[in-house]
């Protein structure tokens, strides 16, 4: 299916400092879901959004559904080693479901 | 959260030979799973979208005869590489879109194949 403009494509940060991320599309969701893939491993779901303009917190993850349902971010706070991995959005139309091409984050100690 | 589960995590096969590859929704029905490939370092790539009693849809590119997929039931799907070559030596992922509403999707933990 189509990719999702994800940016930045890859981040390098020290251990505490908050990361953000974001995607954008041309197209209107009415889902927007985040995962995060380590190496060798399947994506896990971190948060879904279902309405627009909500958000919507997993831990020191934060995730907002933007107004316009075009785009959706991620923030992470005060990062650790261990949310090292790569990032990526998808949205779903209500018919299929595109994808960012990831943010790859490494984390400094 | 919902559980897809793939197997074989890894497995080896000789050049030519078949493999096939399950991908099982552990407790929630599916009516739609999805095939993904991955390159080292790069995005998932969608290889074909099955639907629970019927043909799966591929994508562009994909070869249709060599990538056999069945969803024969609303728990489980399988990819079956024929005739294998190394270059499909790859890490292939499924992922099912869970009901009633199929708006989220959970992904399978990935299967390493290598082709020798």
């Known amino acids: 299916g189509q990719q999702l403009n994800q940016s930045p494509q890859s981040m390098f940060i020290q251990e505490g400092e908050d990361v953000s991320m974001n995607c954008t599309s041309s197209s209107i969701f009415n889902t927007w879901l985040w995962y995060k893939q380590d190496p060798g491993e399947g994506p896990v779901l971190l948060i879904a959004l279902y309405k627009a303009g909500e958000l919507t917190s997993n831990g020191r993850l934060t995730a907002q559904f933007g107004i316009t349902r075009k785009d959706s971010f991620l923030n992470i706070s005060a990062s650790i080693p261990s949310d090292v991995g790569i990032y990526f959005c998808?949205?779903?139309?209500?018919?299929?479901?595109?994808f960012g091409t990831g943010t790859s984050l490494t984390v400094i100690p | 959260g919902a559980v897809v589960s793939q197997h074989p995590s890894r497995v080896i096969c000789k050049s030519g030979t078949s493999v096939k590859i399950e991908c099982r929704s552990l407790?929630?029905?599916?009516?739609?799973m999805f095939w993904y490939r991955q390159f080292p370092k790069q995005s998932l790539m969608l290889m074909a979208t099955?639907?629970?009693?019927?043909?799966?849809?591929?994508e562009q590119g994909v070869e249709k005869d060599k990538f056999l997929i069945n969803h024969a039931s609303l728990t489980l799907s399988t990819l079956t590489v024929t005739s294998a070559h190394p270059e499909d030596s790859s890490f292939y992922i499924c992922?099912?879109?869970?009901?009633?509403?199929?708006?989220?999707?959970?992904f399978g933990e990935g299967s390493w194949l290598t082709v020798v």
């Open positions: 998808a949205g779903f139309t209500g018919n299929q479901f595109y």
């Open positions: 099955s639907n629970e009693g019927s043909k799966a849809t591929y």
């Open positions: 992922s099912a879109s869970a009901q009633p509403s199929g708006n989220t999707i959970y």
């Open positions: 407790d929630f029905q599916a009516t739609t």
